[in-house]
């Protein structure tokens, strides 16, 4: 076992890892995942998964346990190898969602302790402090298809859940379908944003006038002003910016269906 202290160390030892293991195990929440599959990217290794972060979307997604004793106990077997898409963008992976804007301030605000004490709901403070970042006038191009709107949101989705695994984000999203899906948020007035809130709440985004979905492989994101990035919960810099899938590029170990 290695242990890291930042994002560029977990990649990088798992690049090592992965050029004489048949399976890479990442400990850690969904951002460390993500730093992990970048390090196996490429290479004929399996991800593996220990739960330990705040949220473990990418690994409840994928029906992982949340116990470690459990998790561990899947690696051991019996187990099964699921293909699945992988998101890229400027060198790293991700496996669940990027974003652009309201969900990027998000993360960066949210307290480490906090989200080792509460989980998820540590991310309700900075959540109302994101609220008040103004939209831009947001410039995307989709597979050659063009969409300009004042957003203060733009997700780029390769898993389609937030939070727990049953709050879907968008009907019609996963991981293995060859595709991302863009989804763009037009809400500016309160009363819109109340109305997108009330959609997501229902799982029903797929019914508010409000958001704008593409399907794509080949995404840019250029913003006026630059909105922030975030891959898998964590801050990658800011607009302009590039995503693209690889179609079935990692193998992931999760319990056998």
Do not use: C
Request: charged share 20%; proline share 7%.
């Amino acid at each position: 076992m290695v242990v890291v202290s930042s994002s560029d160390e977990a990649t990088e030892a798992a690049r090592v890892a992965a050029k004489g293991s048949d399976v890479v195990v990442a400990i850690g929440g969904d951002g460390t995942v993500a730093d992990v599959a970048t390090g196996v990217y490429g290479s004929s290794a399996a991800l593996g998964i220990v739960p330990a972060g705040s949220t473990n979307i990418t690994a409840r997604t994928l029906g992982i346990p949340r116990s470690a004793t459990s998790a561990i106990g899947l690696l051991a077997g019996p187990n099964w190898r699921r293909t699945i898409d992988v998101g890229r963008s400027e060198g790293r992976s991700f496996l669940h969602i990027a974003g652009a804007g309201f969900d990027a301030a998000l993360f960066k605000g949210a307290d480490p302790q906090w989200k080792r004490r509460f989980g998820w709901l540590a991310y309700l403070p900075s959540a109302v402090s994101a609220l008040r970042l103004p939209p831009s006038r947001v410039r995307i191009d989709a597979d050659g298809t063009a969409i300009e709107a004042d957003s203060a949101l733009v997700l780029v989705a390769n898993g389609g859940s937030a939070v727990t695994p049953g709050f879907r984000i968008y009907p019609g999203i996963a991981v293995d379908d060859g595709w991302l899906d863009v989804l763009v948020f037009t809400a500016v007035s309160p009363v819109e944003i109340a109305g997108t809130l009330a959609s997501a709440g229902r799982l029903r985004l797929d019914l508010s006038p409000h958001v704008v979905r593409k399907k794509a492989r080949q995404v840019r994101i250029e913003a006026e002003p630059n909105l922030p990035i975030q891959l898998d919960g964590d801050p990658r810099g800011s607009t302009p910016r590039e995503f693209h899938l690889e179609p079935a590029a990692l193998q992931v170990i999760v319990p056998v269906p």
